[in-house]
Structures are given as structure tokens and as C-alpha cells.
């Protein structure tokens, strides 16, 4: 029987609400070098800001207990003496936890951004230092899949089986708990977006300076591109594009000096 109060069960949990790795959307390598290899959406899709901070999240259960993880770790439960203060999460994000109403026979799983606290290196692009938080995606679960082994759950996970919400359920939820989405920056259609690295970036210039700072708005992390339906969703984050082209034109400078010592050595 599935209980919270068992370490086994509290890695089931851990193990069903780790949120995935967004890939990236052009090829990234390992070296971090971009390809010229973009995801291919069709029909529309929802540019969001990628907000520079940690990821988060809030879960909620149906007898009302809650709670917050960090991306791989679980951190703080109602009823717990002290804390995990990692990157300020569980102090941003209580007061959350208590008053999302429960649904009975479900687990709710939010994911937040947290961002801002002066514990995360980019918080000076967002103001002052306060934490804040944006909603990105979320899911409902029946309990039932926790009762399954923990190799059951994380292959489950692994093959795409969190039943992450659409844009207009994600969105009715925000509504009903109070929380605000990350910014929406626009909505293309999939054909309409660059196809190459250079233009890409382009595409992505006027979404350089922040839209979600509590204070004075510095840079934005990037973007994140979606269908309403949430059936792919992909990374676009502009150090990333920025380094793949100043590696090019290191690489053209390289090659350009090195075909005139050539020249110049034939003479």
C-alpha cells in the first residue's frame, strides 16, 4: 500500500515528478556547439520567455500534504521541523504550497521558475533580489501509478508518460490558484520559424531583455517554443547560439589567416 511515510514510496514520487530535459532546438553537441539541425514544428507555436533561475516544483496531494522539490531532489514536506534551503526554493514557494486546493484521488504537479533570489548567478537581470516564480508546465496523476515499482515509474517517465497540460488547461489552472504563467512572447506559426542558426538568432533578438523582472529588466535566459497541445516543446537559449556563431567566425578568422600564409608562403 502506498504511503508517504515510507523512503521507498518518497522515491516513487521523486521518481514520477523529476521534470525532463527540454531538448534544444537546434542539435546541440556535447562541446555546447549548435547544428544546423532545428526541430520541426507544424502548426501553431507559443514562444515563452525562458527565465533564468531554478527549476521547481510543488506537488500536492489528495489528503492536502504538499511538497517542493528541486529538479532532481525532493526538499521540504508540510510538517518538516527544518528544510532544504537550496537556491531559496522552499522559502519562495510555501506559501504556494498550502493553498493549492487538492484534487481527490490525484496528485497535482506544478513546475515553477524560481528566479531573482540572490543565491542564483543571473538574479541582477531581474531586480532586486526578491524571489519570484512563474508557472511553466503542470500535470494531474492518479495514485495508482504509484503503486507500481520504482523501474516501472522511471521507464514510464522516460518514454514521454507524464501527461504534462495543455496551453488552455495550463493556463485555467494558473487562474484558479493564482499564479501567473511564464510570459508569453508570441505565437508562430511552425513553417514560420528560421530554420538556420543565424536566423534563429535574429528571430530571437527582440526577446533579449526580460519581461518577467519584479525590478529593472536585464537579459533573458531565451526561449522556449511549444504546441498548444504540448506535444513537443524545445529550448532556444541565446548563449547557446551566441558562442555556436562566434565560433564560426573564430573559425572563418582561423582559416582566412591561414590561407594567406599559404599565399604568402608560395610567393
Known sequence: MFSLRTPADLA??????????????????PRGRLHEEPTVFTGPVIATEKCDGTNARVLKFPDGRWMIGSRKDLLAADGDLVNDPSHGIVDALTGLAETIPPRPGQLVALYLEVY????????KEYGDGEPAWKLFDA?????DLLEQERETIA?????????????????????????????RLLEIDGADLPASIQDMLAFMEPYR????????????EGLV??????????????????????????EARDASRAARRAAAATR
Open 155 to 183: 521507464s514510464w517517465r522516460e518514454h514521454g508518460g507524464q501527461p504534462f497540460m495543455p496551453e488552455h488547461d495550463l493556463q485555467q489552472l494558473a487562474q484558479s490558484i493564482g499564479v501567473q504563467v511564464t510570459p
Open 116 to 123: 531573482g533570489t540572490k543565491n542564483l548567478g543571473a538574479w
Open 12 to 29: 516513487k514520487v521523486n521518481t514520477a515528478t523529476k521534470y525532463p530535459s527540454i531538448p534544444t532546438h537546434h542539435r546541440i553537441d
Open 139 to 143: 500535470f494531474t496523476l492518479d495514485l
Open 225 to 250: 517554443l511549444r504546441d498548444p497541445h504540448r506535444r513537443t516543446i524545445t529550448k532556444a537559449r541565446f548563449q547557446d547560439y551566441d558562442r555556436t556563431l562566434r565560433l564560426r567566425a573564430d
Open 209 to 220: 531583455t526580460t519581461v518577467a523582472a519584479t525590478g529593472r529588466p536585464g537579459l533573458s
